[in-house]
């Protein structure tokens, strides 16, 4: 649909809690309007793990490549 009909969806995270119905926001980045017919195929869902983090707050110390932004590692 992306690539005929210049549609296009947004994707996110589910998080691990949610139990409500899962929906799709799509966008018609086109001129032409288009109709979505029951049973399209509109949308992939990937499932993945979850694994919850625990944060440390820590200091990094100095780099040689700095604070410097992109491009700034020479390569």
């Known amino acids: 649909m ?3 009909h210049s549609i296009t969806v947004n994707f996110g995270t589910i998080d ?3 139990r409500g119905e899962i ?3 799509m966008f018609n980045l086109g001129v032409e309007d ?3 017919e029951k049973g399209d195929r509109i949308a992939q869902l990937v ?3 979850y694994e919850p983090v ?3 707050e820590g200091d990094l110390g100095e ?3 700095g604070a ?3 491009g700034s590692s020479g390569r």
């Open 63 to 65: 780099s040689e490549r």
């Open 54 to 56: 625990e944060w440390e």
């Open 23 to 25: 929906r799709v926001v």
């Open 16 to 18: 691990p809690g949610y």
């Open 34 to 36: 288009y109709t979505i």
């Open 2 to 4: 992306a690539l005929k």
């Open 68 to 70: 410097g932004g992109f």
């Open 47 to 49: 499932v993945a793990r």
